[in-house]
């Protein structure tokens, strides 16, 4: 399977933990995104990377949210300190730019904080 | 404010009928529009993309059609089969920037009864 992979698939934290999510993007793509997905709405925009620089950040990130992509391959996503508002369903995407640009998306990480 | 808009939360339809998906945009500059299709616990799977160049694609059994004058696009689905079943994002990007970041509606779930 050479889709966009993350890990884990599920992920049950204490109130004040901090959790890290992984994202392994299919191969040949340069860029990758992170969403979040909360019920009832759509993914909403995290991050962005393209290569190994991150270049842009969406407001939604707090400074409680890092994230990094070493050497431009698989990226991390980072949670300090959780909060019961975090739960949401974190999707990783992936692309390559080809005169237009589509995004792929792998299973998602769902994050339940306690 | 939300930019791209499903106002159809839910729609019920007869295998083998037409379903009609729609979506709303408001930003301007959003020049590349995509469905997707999301089950449960699972991530969105792409399904048909469209540029503001054109005003249809096709792709099988899906269309899409996009109206700039309205800023209005639609998702056919012709014959709708059970497996069909799913919530349908519709979703907006704009090249300006650069890179795709995605604004996604809320979705739409689609029920195909047999």
């Known amino acids: 399977d050479t889709g966009v992979s993350q890990d884990p698939r599920h992920k049950i934290t204490k109130r004040g933990q901090n959790v890290t999510f992984r994202c392994d993007p299919i191969?040949?793509?340069?860029?990758l995104y992170w969403y979040r997905q909360t019920l009832g709405q759509g993914p909403e925009f995290l991050t962005y990377f393209q290569n190994e620089a991150q270049l842009e950040k969406s407001r939604l990130l707090s400074d409680r949210f890092s994230a990094e992509r070493p050497k431009g391959s698989f990226s991390t996503l980072e949670i300090q300190r959780t909060e019961q508002g975090d739960s949401a369903m974190y999707l990783c995407?992936?692309?390559?730019?080809?005169?237009?640009?589509?995004?792929?998306f792998g299973p998602g990480t769902r994050l339940l904080v306690l | 404010d939300q930019q791209v808009k499903q106002n159809s939360p839910s729609l019920s339809v007869q295998e083998g009928r037409i379903s009609i998906l729609n979506c709303d945009y408001t930003?301007?500059?959003?020049?590349?529009f995509l469905w997707y299709k999301k089950y449960p616990a699972e991530g969105p799977t792409f399904l048909i993309s469209i540029s503001s160049i054109k005003d249809k694609n096709e792709d099988g059994r899906f269309t899409v059609f996009l109206n700039k004058s309205a800023k209005h696009l639609s998702l056919h689905i012709v014959p709708s089969q059970p497996g069909d079943s799913a919530v349908y994002f519709c979703a907006a990007s704009a090249s300006i920037s650069g890179y795709s970041t995605l604004t996604f509606g809320k979705g739409t779930m689609l029920l195909v009864s047999p």
């Open positions: 995407a992936s692309s390559i730019l080809h005169g237009v640009e589509t995004q792929y």
């Open positions: 930003n301007s500059m959003f020049d590349y």
């Open positions: 191969s040949e793509h340069n860029r």
